[in-house]
């Protein structure tokens, strides 16, 4: 019994540290400028994660339409936008997703991998392989 007891206060609090979560408030930031751009909500739904913008810093961009997405999303308002969707958990990322580039209307295969115990974000989109690609890194918004 008293062994049982040690390996319970050995063990919950490891199981209670759970790994981070890419679920939260993300602020993205400008390629060319490095300027906070806007802010991305991502939502897991149905064991896949999914991101919109809920806020820009540039109010002039929250009244903009996606008139060159080519897909469901066209014509919708930069605010609610999804921009993340399928990500799926595979090891110590998220993989098989998509996201758009609401600038050009481009859909690119994406993954996405935390850094920094959970205060950065690696978004990685890419055409074909991961070679071909960029990555974007974002960072946690805390309240």
């Not at 050995?10 to 751009?37: C, H, M, N």
């Not at 540039?58 to 605010?79: F, L, S, V």
Request: hydrophobic share 40%.
């Amino acid at each position: 019994m008293k062994i049982l007891a040690v390996l319970l206060m050995i063990l919950l609090p490891a199981l209670a540290q759970a790994a981070p979560s890419p679920v939260g408030d993300w602020r993205t930031f400008d390629d060319r400028t490095g300027k906070e751009r806007s802010l991305v909500r991502i939502e897991e739904i149905g064991g896949e994660l999914r991101g919109r913008i809920v806020a820009t810093i540039d109010p002039a961009d929250a009244d903009k339409t996606c008139d060159i997405c080519t897909d469901d999303r066209k014509g919708h308002k930069t605010i609610g936008l999804e921009v993340i969707r399928g990500l799926r958990p595979e090891g110590d990322h998220w993989a098989d997703g998509r996201v758009l580039n609401p600038e050009t209307g481009s859909i690119y295969h994406a993954t996405l991998k935390l850094e920094d115990g959970g205060e950065k974000l690696v978004l990685r989109g890419y055409v074909g392989i991961t070679l071909l690609g960029r990555s974007q890194t974002w960072l946690r918004a805390h309240p």
